[in-house]
């Protein structure tokens, strides 16, 4: 075998070798993009008003009755309306959709003493994630050691 032969080979063996990276880097760039397209939630799944109605309440009310033992006093009863969802983002958790919903809400405070008070344009920021059966949702809290989960009352 000459040098011209093997100078041949050696070319073929580059070309194919070139080709064959070219053709696992685009393989590698079209899986790694629907990748990043499936990490999200689909959005029909996604927390209707009632829902979102109850996480917000749910919240409002366990930190009012927290207040309330604090300072010795019968907290107010909560009731969020005209909520305004501003933005919707999702991903999966432990094989779970989560929804991260941020907007604005009223809110009307009705205290013991059947005294209201009107909040205008509270901001809320919330994590909800669907349960396997579809019927039932919990509320989600990021903390140091990951998520920390809370069933919504029906």
């Known amino acids: 075998m000459g ?3 093997i100078g041949r ?5 580059l070309r194919r070798l070139a080709s064959t990276l070219i053709s696992l880097g685009y393989c590698c760039l079209l899986f790694g993009l629907g990748g990043c397209a499936t990490a ?3 959005r029909e799944f996604a927390p209707d008003g009632a829902v979102i109605q109850r996480a917000i309440a749910y919240k ?4 009012y009755q927290q207040l309330s033992r ?7 009863i909560p009731a969020p309306q005209n909520i305004q969802v501003q933005t919707l983002d999702s991903f999966f958790l432990q094989g779970l959709p989560v929804y991260h919903l941020q907007g604005t809400y009223d809110l009307t405070l009705t205290f013991p003493s059947q005294r209201s008070e009107n909040r ?3 901001a809320f920021d919330l994590y909800l994630q669907r349960q396997p059966e579809g019927k ?5 809290e990021k903390n140091a050691q990951g998520w920390r989960s809370q069933q919504l009352p029906e």
């Open 3 to 5: 040098l011209v032969e």
């Open 9 to 13: 080979r050696r070319k073929t063996t």
């Open 40 to 42: 999200a939630a689909p």
């Open 60 to 63: 409002l009310e366990t930190h």
């Open 70 to 76: 604090t300072i010795a006093a019968t907290a107010p």
């Open 120 to 122: 205008r344009h509270n």
């Open 136 to 140: 039932t949702w919990r509320s989600l």
